[in-house]
């Protein structure tokens, strides 16, 4: 069966500091999608950056990076030099391809990220 | 542009009313989600719209009906809902919707209120 596992519900960091959120998954599916959205306590949710299974490198964009270890099935968000506006609940999803007309996406938890000035 | 709108942003209603949820994007994608999101928890799928025809519901209560009246906008129309049916509803949409490295693009959300 398809899972997302999020074992930090909550974090403190200070501003300007290194973070990393953990994230580890498990499928039998050679081919997937890794994802991580970050939900202010607007509601919007806002897609950061996008790992597939047969990349070779780690994604990254711009402050995040996402540190892709295949074989321990984990996929940890990096958010570098952490800002006030990073406070907010952090999303891990997977997606698997389909040969029906749509795929689902399978979230996490979540991990609510607090920033301290 | 990766933006997705809808409307409206709180709605608060009575359990006899009838109300509808409104989402747009103008993206190209060719499938649109609807998605309930209780405080706290990630957000359950409710719908799956593939090119314009319903591909996923997950046994979601009649009570919700989605429509899609074509490739940019999906409503869901709301009656005789419950109080435990309060939630932010969120919308989303994506451009190739069988393949794994979709993403999917969100949008702001309507928190609903039921009274």
């Known amino acids: 069966a398809q899972k997302i596992t999020q074992t930090q519900p909550g974090m403190f960091v200070q501003e300007k500091e290194a973070v990393t959120l953990d994230c580890t998954y498990d499928?039998?599916?050679?081919?997937?999608?890794l994802f991580w959205y970050k939900q202010p306590s607007s509601g919007e949710m806002i897609f950061l950056i996008y790992?597939?299974?047969?990349?070779?490198q780690n994604a990254t964009e711009g402050r995040y990076s996402l540190n892709f270890q295949k074989a321990r099935k984990s996929a940890n968000l990096v958010i570098s030099a952490s800002q006030l506006g990073d406070s907010a609940m952090y999303f891990c999803?997977?997606?698997?391809?389909?040969?029906?007309?749509?795929?689902?996406?399978?979230f996490g938890s979540g991990t609510r990220l607090s920033i301290r000035p | 542009d990766t933006e997705v709108t809808q409307t409206p942003k709180h709605l608060v209603m009575g359990m006899t009313n009838k109300k509808s949820l409104k989402c747009e994007q103008h993206m190209g994608h060719r499938a649109m989600y609807w998605y309930k999101q209780k405080a706290k928890k990630p957000p359950e799928l409710m719908f799956v719209?593939?090119?314009?025809?319903?591909?996923i519901n997950e046994s979601v209560p009649s009570r919700f009906s989605p429509e899609c009246p074509n490739s940019s906008l999906l409503n869901l129309h709301l009656h005789a809902l419950q109080p435990e049916d309060s939630a932010l509803y969120l919308c989303?949409?994506?451009?190739?919707?069988?393949?794994?490295?979709?993403?999917?693009?969100f949008g702001p959300g309507t928190r609903l209120t039921v009274l």
């Open positions: 499928t039998s599916d050679p081919s997937y999608g």
């Open positions: 790992q597939g299974s047969y990349d070779q």
């Open positions: 999803a997977m997606r698997l391809g389909s040969y029906s007309s749509a795929s689902k996406i399978i």
């Open positions: 719209y593939s090119y314009e025809k319903l591909s």
């Open positions: 989303a949409s994506s451009q190739v919707p069988e393949r794994s490295t979709d993403t999917q693009y």
